[in-house]
C-alpha cells in the first residue's frame, strides 16, 4: 500500500512540474519581449485612425486616451490646438523635420499637465494659463522644449520631495515672453541644463525654500525683474557656468529666514542687471554668520551691476 502512495504521489508531481515547465515556457518569452506600445499622430492624415504609424491620429487627445504606461506618442510637424494631461510613464515627442507646437485651446488651463514619470520632448508650447504644470510629486522630463507667450508663468512646478525619485529636468529648452515670472518651482529636486530664460514679464526663475537644485550653463536674461530668486532656507542650490545677465532688478536675490542651507557659485556671469549682481536680503533677524553659507566658489564674474555687485546683508523685516 506504501509503494503505491508513493508512485501516486510522484505521478501527481510530475504533472504539477510538468505544468510548472509549461508556464515557464508560455510567459517567460512573453514578459521577456514586451516593449512599450508606439503611438503616431498627424494632423494632415486622411482615412483610417487606429494611431499606427501608417494610419496616425489626427488629434493629440485620442491618443492619450489610447495610452499605457511605457508607451511613446510621436507627433508629426503641425500646430495642434490642446490642453492635455500626459498620463503616469507616457512620452510625448515631436518628430518630423518642421516645428511641433502645441498651442493652448484654452486660455484658463495650463497647455500640458505632467504626470510622474512623463516625458515631453522636441515641441514648441504657445499660449494657456501656463505652458507646462508638473503635478504634486511627480517626477518629469522637459527636453527640447520651447515655452513661449504663457499668460502667467511658463512653467510651474508643484512641491515634492527633494530627492530622485520625485527629480524634474529641463535640459536644452527655452522659456520666453510669459505673463508673469518663466519658471516658478515650489520644494523639490530640480536639474536645469542649457536653458534660455528671457524676457519674461516677471522673474526669470522662482526657487522656494527646501529646494535641493543644480543649474548649469543656462542663460537668464531680460527678465523685467530678477533673473533668479532662491531661497536659502534649508535649501541647497548649485550655480555653474550660468549666464545672468541684463534683467531688470538683480541678477540673483537670495531670501533667508534664518535656516541652514548652502548656495555656491562657480565660474558664473553676473552682469549688467538693473540693480545688485547678488542681493542677500534677510527677512528674520538671525545671526549674520548664516551668510557664510552663501560661497563664491572657482572664478565668477560678476561686475557691471548698476547698484552693486554683492550686496551686504539687507534687512526687509
Not at 513661449?148 to 527633494?162: A, P, T, V, W, Y
Amino acid at each position: 500500500m506504501e509503494r503505491k502512495n508513493s508512485s501516486k504521489n510522484r505521478n501527481i508531481l510530475n504533472v504539477v512540474a510538468g505544468a510548472l515547465l509549461l508556464c515557464a515556457i508560455v510567459i517567460v518569452p512573453t514578459l521577456s519581449f514586451a516593449k512599450s506600445n508606439e503611438i503616431y499622430v498627424d494632423n494632415d492624415s486622411k482615412g483610417k485612425e487606429d494611431g499606427s504609424k501608417n494610419h496616425p491620429y489626427t488629434n493629440i487627445e485620442k491618443a492619450i486616451q489610447k495610452a499605457d504606461s511605457g508607451d511613446k506618442i510621436f507627433v508629426s510637424s503641425g500646430t495642434y490646438k490642446v490642453n492635455i494631461t500626459l498620463p503616469k510613464d507616457v512620452d510625448l515627442i515631436g518628430k518630423g523635420k518642421n516645428k511641433v507646437t502645441l498651442k493652448g485651446d484654452d486660455k484658463d488651463d495650463p497647455v500640458v499637465i505632467m504626470s510622474d514619470k512623463s516625458k515631453i520632448d522636441n515641441v514648441e508650447i504657445e499660449g494657456g494659463k501656463h505652458g507646462i504644470v508638473v503635478k504634486e510629486g511627480a517626477r518629469a522630463k522637459i527636453y527640447n522644449v520651447r515655452i513661449k507667450d504663457s499668460r502667467r508663468e511658463g512653467i510651474i512646478i508643484l512641491k515634492g520631495r527633494s530627492n530622485d525619485d520625485e527629480r524634474v529636468e529641463l535640459i536644452d529648452s527655452s522659456v520666453k515672453e510669459s505673463g508673469r515670472s518663466g519658471i516658478y518651482a515650489q520644494n523639490r529636486k530640480l536639474v536645469f541644463i542649457n536653458n534660455n530664460i528671457h524676457d519674461n514679464n516677471g522673474n526669470g526663475v522662482v526657487l522656494e525654500d527646501d529646494m535641493k537644485a543644480y543649474l548649469e550653463k543656462n542663460t537668464i536674461r531680460n527678465n523685467d525683474k530678477t533673473g533668479v530668486v532662491v531661497d536659502l532656507d534649508e535649501s541647497e542650490v548649485t550655480f555653474r557656468n550660468n549666464d545672468i545677465i541684463k534683467n531688470g532688478r538683480e541678477g540673483v536675490e537670495i531670501n533667508a529666514k534664518g535656516a541652514n542651507g548652502y548656495i555656491s557659485f562657480h565660474k558664473d556671469t553676473i552682469t549688467g542687471n538693473g540693480m545688485y549682481g547678488i542681493a542677500l536680503l534677510e527677512r528674520r533677524n538671525f545671526p549674520r554668520s548664516l551668510w557664510n553659507s552663501v560661497q563664491m566658489r572657482d572664478t565668477n564674474t560678476v561686475l557691471n551691476n548698476k547698484s552693486g555687485n554683492i550686496s551686504q546683508p539687507i534687512r526687509t523685516y
